[in-house]
């Protein structure tokens, strides 16, 4: 499935529906959606991202996820009666994050934080070091487990799994995926 240029165009500032359930032990938060997951909504969509991969590869999902054409309904059930959930710090759909401002990952974070506190996962999982940076008045936030939490949720700081992001593989995130999920018990 591919969309045209002016397809994408119209999925600026719309938003995707969070991924969760009763049972949420391990919620996993991206930056804000692109446009092709605008799209699709379905999270971290985009051809090339990491994400789905990164899971399956570190056995927290039985099988493959392909969200590239939308998740399927048994896709999304899979992934909630695992304990698993996805969110963004910034719901409004974006091509690139460097196009967000900085209160709306303010806002957004405080979001965020009545998220976890309404759900209650054990482990919060942010992928994208800056915008937890910024959301949270953490500037020297690093990868792993942070000394702050969200709720009573531990957080943990991944690579961005953006194929545009070369210091991260399929590999290197299921490794940090693992981990977090092992935290979470999930896996």
């Given at each position: ?60 999902t039985p099988r493959p996820i392909d969200p590239?054409?939308g998740m399927s309904d048994d896709d999304r ?34 979001r965020l934080t009545g998220f976890v506190e ?70």
């Open positions: 499935m591919g969309f045209s240029k002016e397809e994408l165009q119209a999925q600026y500032g719309r938003t995707v529906p969070d991924l969760v359930g009763p049972g949420c032990r391990l919620l996993f938060v991206g930056i804000n959606p692109g446009l092709w997951t605008a799209a699709t909504q379905t999270h971290f969509a985009y051809p090339g991202n990491r994400f789905y991969p990164a899971l399956h590869r570190a056995d927290i590239a054409a059930i899979m992934f909630i009666d695992l304990g698993l959930g996805i969110t963004n710090i910034v719901r409004r759909a974006t091509a690139r994050a460097d196009e967000l401002a900085k209160e709306e990952f303010v806002d957004g974070g405080a309404e759900w209650g996962p054990k482990v919060v999982a942010i992928a994208g070091l800056g915008a937890y940076r910024t959301a949270f008045g953490r500037p020297n936030a690093k990868k792993g487990m942070q000394d702050d939490r969200i709720g009573n949720a531990e957080v943990w700081l991944t690579g961005n799994p953006s194929g545009l992001n070369a210091h991260e593989t399929v590999d290197t995130l299921a490794e940090q995926f693992r981990t977090i999920a092992e935290r979470a018990g999930v896996v």
